[in-house]
């Protein structure tokens, strides 16, 4: 894939995923909403629209999307959940799925997401898993949504014994990022979704990352042309890793950068609001590079540069910055860690940074040096 400057690209900043028949095409640009109205009239023509939305964004997005397919298809209903991870539930689950039944979806129907990860996750695997699979479109209206989670065909709901642990890889037909609807989120909800911004610099592309270092104030500031830039930056790097790698046998590991740590973090804080989940990918990027320097891949400037930018915009970088943090021990973290849906009988993976914007997976950490990484992050809170 050619990595085009900023000043080169051209609008809509489209991405295509490439995965043979399931291949899908992103849309990047100020209001989607036409244009997605438009994809689903021309390509469901004469079928039922379903849209799952956050009820946050209805007056936002979701109703004019009703409005805009009304006149044009004979059943377009919308189904409003409440915002928040409670909604990623089996009991949400089978609601929607009861709703769909008793409004007659088909087969060949079409389910349109719109919200943020928790939506995008729940619609997703309801798409996947109703009368054993009918299409959706994606249109996020979160950074991380945009950047993440919306792209690449991840789709899950929560169950008592952990999150995310009932799923499906499941591709959308189409994803539509509106840049304007970002202007709605809170200042925590979009230096949250930076986090996985920088991520793809850190583990993918250098110039990308610096380009972050000195562009990430103007993305927060919502001027377009960053923001545009990366989120499509963002969705090409993720295409291209999921076209290798769909399903996560080894290379889309990457992509987990700072989570094995974040999972941790956000486990003790029971998954409330004393931590959102790209807080606790900014401080597990941090840990990660303090990691990658024990090994020696990286130099402490370079662990520190990681550190000193995520600061620099506020974010946090320590188990100090977690306000009202659970006390914990290293043997807790360990154990959570054990615990984690990504570790192997082989025991845990962790996505270490080579050198800045190239990172790999290692299995073989001991846990001694382990102990030290997190010993020293918590006794510095
Ligand atoms: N969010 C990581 C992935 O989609 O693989």
Known sequence: MINQQPSQRQTPYNVRV?????????????DCTARACAFVRNDYAGKSIFVIADQAVNSLCADAVVAALKPDFDKVELYSVPSGEASKSVDMYGDILQW????????????????????????????????????????????????????????????????????????????????????????????SGYAEIYKYGLLWDADFMVWLHDNAARLLA????????????CCEIKAEIVAQDER?????????????????????????????????VSIGMCLAADLSEKLGFIDSEDALTVSRHLKSLSMPTSYGDIANRPKTSVDEMI???????????????????????????????????????????????
């Open 248 to 280: 996560e046998s080894g290379l889309r590991a990457l992509l987990n950068l700072g989570h094995t740590f974040a999972h941790v973090l956000e486990t003790l804080c029971g998954y409330d609001d004393r931590l959102r989940h790209g807080e606790a």
């Open 18 to 30: 490439e995965l043979g028949p399931r291949s899908y095409d992103i849309y990047i640009e100020d």
């Open 222 to 233: 919502h001027e377009a042309d960053a923001v545009h830039y990366a989120v499509q930056r």
């Open 100 to 191: 769909l039944a008793c409004q007659g979806a088909r087969r060949d129907s079409l389910i349109i997401a719109i919200g943020g990860g928790v939506i995008g996750d729940l619609a997703g695997f309801i798409a996947a898993s109703y009368m054993r699979g009918v299409d959706f479109i994606q249109i996020p209206t979160t950074l991380l949504a945009q950047v993440d989670s919306s792209v690449g065909g991840k789709t899950a709901i929560n169950i008592a014994a952990g999150k995310n642990l009932v799923g499906a890889f499941y591709q959308p037909k189409a994803v539509f990022c509106s840049s304007s609807i970002l202007k709605s989120l809170p200042t925590r909800e979009m230096r």
């Open 335 to 381: 154990a959570l860690m054990y615990r984690d849906k990504k570790a192997s009988a082989q025991g845990i993976t962790f996505i270490v940074l080579e050198r800045l914007g190239k990172a790999a997976c290692h299995s073989n950490i001991s846990e001694n040096m382990l102990r030290d990484v997190l010993e020293r992050f918590i006794e510095n809170a």
